[in-house]
């Protein structure tokens, strides 16, 4: 069965400040996908990143970074030099499968990031 | 704009009522998605389709159901409503399973 687990349920941090969330999946697929979205307060959820079980290599984008790791099936997300318009709920999300069909998008339970000014 | 067209964006309706939300997929999608997104909940899925045919399924309950019609725009009818059904209703797309989802900006559903 598959499972994402994003244990911190809110974290909140000050402006400038670098924060990661973490995010542990579950999956027996040997391929699969591995996903973040971003909810803002204004409720639509946007995508930020795919990442495919065999790319291991770390991703940066601007002031966001992803980590991940086969070995401890992790896939954690840093904002660095954080700010006050990364405050959101930030789902981490898994697909089995390879750019099958069929395939379910199952998401963790999100995270919620303050940023204080 | 994710290309993803939900509607309605509000509806509000009594227990034990029907209600049927549409979305329409991004130009080219051939995958529609139905989430469940209900107050400090994460997403849950409902249902895939994929061109037409049912191709995953989630927690959805045996109230609920949902089509994929040939001109790719899905509906998810919710039947005999209860109050735990209130939630914010998401739609996506993507271009195959697996793929990354485009989502809809949700229908949010009350029932009183």
């Known amino acids: 069965a598959q499972k994402v687990t994003q244990a911190q349920t809110e974290i909140s941090v000050v402006e400038k400040e670098d924060v990661t969330l973490d995010c542990v999946y579950e999956?027996?697929?040997?391929?699969?996908?591995l996903f973040w979205y971003k909810q803002p307060p204004s409720g639509e959820l946007v995508f930020l990143i795919r990442?495919?079980?065999?790319?291991?290599q770390n991703e940066i984008s601007g002031r966001y970074s992803w980590n991940f790791q086969k070995s401890t099936s992790s896939f954690n997300f840093t904002i660095t030099a954080s700010q006050v318009v990364d405050s959101a709920v930030y789902f981490c999300?898994?697909?089995?499968?390879?750019?099958?069909?069929?395939?379910?998008?199952?998401f963790g339970s999100g995270t919620r990031l303050s940023i204080r000014p | 704009d994710s290309g993803v067209t939900q509607t309605p964006k509000h509806l509000i309706t009594a227990t034990g009522q029907r209600v049927t939300l549409r979305c329409s997929p991004r130009?080219?999608?051939?995958?529609v998605y139905w989430y469940q997104q209900s107050l400090d909940q994460g997403l849950q899925f409902l249902i895939q389709?994929?061109?037409?045919?049912?191709?995953a399924k989630g927690n959805i309950l045996e109230r609920f159901s949902a089509q994929q019609f040939p001109d790719l725009h899905s509906e998810l009818n919710l039947s005999s409503l209860e109050l735990g059904d209130s939630a914010l209703y998401f739609c996506a797309s993507s271009a195959k399973g697996a793929g990354e989802l485009f989502f809809g900006e949700g229908s949010r559903l009350t029932v009183l």
């Open positions: 130009s080219g999608d051939l995958s």
């Open positions: 999300a898994l697909s089995g499968g390879w750019y099958s069909s069929a395939s379910k998008i199952i």
């Open positions: 389709y994929y061109n037409g045919e049912e191709r």
């Open positions: 990442r495919n079980s065999f790319d291991e």
């Open positions: 999956t027996r697929d040997t391929t699969y996908y």
